[in-house]
């Protein structure tokens, strides 16, 4: 799919944003985890999500979806069933990685792979503690790559400390501790996001969180929970940086997950000057919401690095854009684990931003971006990345002329109606 995005006059109007990815997730595998019903209202509709369901049904777990309302049976700890065939977590890492930590307990055998991009990913930093904990479970170029066949076993709990922050790594292991003989602990070298934390507190586990230091005592059982998954943040981004670089905005953004551990984007955002305000804060399902109003912005460059970047791994390319904007010099270091996104998400992003004018150096673990550039419409693709197509569709709101993006369809993994909610706020 190609699509066409010219510079507009203006950019108002209200949004609000699909319900956050990784709280879906989460909520529909802990729900499929616990005994009894629970029922799940603004799922987020994007591919990877729906592949997290696929699999789940897979496994035995009755999943409806009614009216926009998700309703998960669960089978409990024991009621998971073999499933007839591969698993398929498409392009969803979030979907294969929390799911080998549920497998790798089950007593039977399982065999999950993904797309030909999910299959390039890392994946012995989640084979090595799942091993450890003694699940027998293996995998491609040395136990490296996807597929992965994993046959489950009664796991012991481990004391961890994984490679990378990395929220994924975190939930696999701890929802392998939810099974495991003996408690579960996980020391990250900085703080990853803390949905998964949040969700199995309020279904009754007993969890101790201290900094970047997780310590899970298994259960007996789960407690479902109803929750109404909040906006997501990474896709609010899109229209945060949208209002902040053009020159005649104005978008109030409803009901968005503020998480501490999601908000860099905000952050940065204000950090380079941008007119942003947060308003009507409030608590729902035990994760924070506001509404937020950002308007055009005079932006400055900034350096970013460190453990700011797990805050804003998903929303680096949005920086990398509204930094070839902003008055200044932009740094951004630390950020190595972008090269193994759904895309070398470094690479492409430089190298698409640079079509359209932007002044950008490429460094092995990040990026330097030169800013105050005039921005020019030319074609682009989005290597399959959907976070890179709505980068480049925010970047032809403000080039000159006309951006033609191939691949536009990537959009559809997280944010389906993205398009949609352009085309309404342009008008």
Request: aromatic content about 2%.
């Amino acid at each position: 799919m190609e699509k066409r995005v010219k510079g507009c006059p203006s950019l108002k109007g209200e949004v609000t944003p699909p319900g956050d990815k990784s709280i879906s997730h989460r909520a529909v595998i802990l729900n499929s985890i616990a005994s009894g019903k629970a029922r799940i209202a603004n799922f987020s509709s994007g591919d990877d999500c729906l592949a997290m369901i696929s699999c789940l049904r897979a496994l035995g777990v009755e999943i409806i979806e009614e009216s926009g309302l998700l309703t998960v049976s669960g089978v409990g700890r024991e009621g998971f069933a073999e499933p007839a065939d591969v698993l398929n977590a498409r392009n969803s890492g979030t979907t294969m990685r929390l799911l080998a930590g549920l497998l790798a307990a089950q007593p039977f055998l399982s065999i999950i792979t993904g797309d030909e991009s999910l299959r390039s990913r890392p994946m012995a930093r989640l084979i090595h503690p799942l091993r450890t904990m003694g699940a027998g479970i293996w995998g491609r170029e040395y136990d490296s790559l996807a597929p992965l066949a994993i046959r489950g076993e009664q796991l012991r709990g481990i004391d961890y400390t994984p490679p990378v922050a990395s929220a994924q790594l975190k939930s696999a292991i701890l929802i392998a501790g939810l099974f495991a003989e003996g408690g579960t602990t996980v020391k990250e070298p900085a703080a990853s996001r803390d949905h998964t934390e949040r969700m199995l507190g309020a279904m009754g586990t007993d969890l101790q969180h201290d900094g970047t230091k997780v310590a899970l005592s298994p259960p007996t059982s789960l407690s479902p929970i109803d929750i109404t998954i909040p906006g997501d943040i990474s896709s609010a981004a899109f229209w945060l940086v949208a209002a902040a670089i053009h020159p005649n905005a104005s978008i109030k953004i409803i009901k968005t997950g503020i998480n501490p551990t999601r908000t860099g984007i905000i952050d940065v955002l204000l950090e380079m000057g941008a007119n942003l305000r947060i308003k009507n804060e409030r608590s729902e399902g035990g994760e924070p919401v506001a509404d937020l109003e950002v308007e055009s912005s005079e932006l400055v460059g900034t350096q970013i690095g460190g453990s700011l970047i797990p805050r804003l791994i998903d929303e680096i390319p949005l920086i990398a854009l509204a930094g070839s904007l902003a008055r200044g010099t932009t740094t951004i270091r630390d950020a190595q684990e972008l090269r193994v996104k759904e895309s070398d998400r470094i690479g492409v992003t430089v190298k698409e931003l640079s079509k359209l004018g932007a002044d950008i150096e490429e460094l092995p673990d990040g990026m330097v971006i030169h800013g105050g550039r005039e921005l020019k419409g030319a074609g682009c693709h989005s290597h399959h990345d959907h976070r890179l197509a709505m980068t480049l569709g925010i970047a032809g709101l403000v080039a000159q002329g006309e951006t033609l993006i191939h691949g536009a369809e990537a959009v559809d993994v997280s944010y389906p109606g993205f398009w949609q909610d352009m085309d309404r706020l342009t008008q």
